[in-house]
């Protein structure tokens, strides 16, 4: 891997979301997500399966996105690109220099 990014390369802006646990008036805990970051990024897909979940189709596609290096980026946060989420799978500090991050996420997109 190499830890150069081309600006023209990072035309994806996305939003890196935090989870936060609150609770409502009742006291009941809900859940919402908090856009914490928004940075410029490279998408790339490469691959994906299809699986039938007691007849329901859902779809999940693996992404691959590279980014300047953002302190704190964790697998529990979540991405969203053009109203679409992304799990992050795994978050990799490219060459450990604090320059880049790969990481790799999944869409999951069910139908009936």
């Not at 990014?5 to 035309?11: E, F, N, S, T, V």
């Not at 979301?17 to 609770?23: S, V």
Request: aromatic content about 6%; some cysteine; charged content about 20%.
């Amino acid at each position: 891997m190499t830890v150069c990014l081309q600006a023209g390369d990072l035309r994806h802006v996305i939003s890196i979301q935090q989870n936060r646990r609150t609770f409502d008036a009742n006291g009941d805990p809900t859940t919402s997500w908090t856009t914490i970051a928004t940075r410029r990024a490279e998408i790339k897909p490469f691959g994906g399966v299809e699986q039938d979940n007691t007849g329901k189709y859902a779809g999940v596609t693996h992404i691959r996105m590279r980014l300047r290096y953002y302190a704190g980026l964790t697998p529990a946060q979540r991405i969203v690109h053009d109203s679409r989420n992304f799990e992050i799978v795994s978050v990799v500090n490219v060459e450990e220099m604090n320059v880049a991050h790969e990481i790799v996420c999944r869409e999951i997109v069910t139908g009936g």
